[in-house]
């Protein structure tokens, strides 16, 4: 089967969109699993620039849509 150019250029969008709609759907998940596997950057030098604990897990949702 051959595809046209057409065809995939569709594919590719499509892909692209699913890949968002899975990042954007992990990310939550990234965050509730980052404070129950304790994978927290806690501000407590003055070295941070965050004043808040900020959970270290949100590559996991990027490398699960670009899986």
Wanted: hydrophobic share 55%; proline share 6%; aromatic share 6%.
């Amino acid at each position: 089967m051959i595809l046209t150019a057409h065809e995939i250029q569709i594919a590719a969008v499509l892909c692209l969109l699913l890949a968002a709609l899975v990042s954007f759907a992990l990310t939550p998940v990234s965050r509730l699993l980052a404070g129950k596997l304790g994978l927290i950057d806690a501000p407590d030098d003055d070295r941070r620039m965050h004043t808040e604990p900020v959970p270290c897990f949100g590559g996991f949702a990027i490398a699960a849509a670009f899986t």
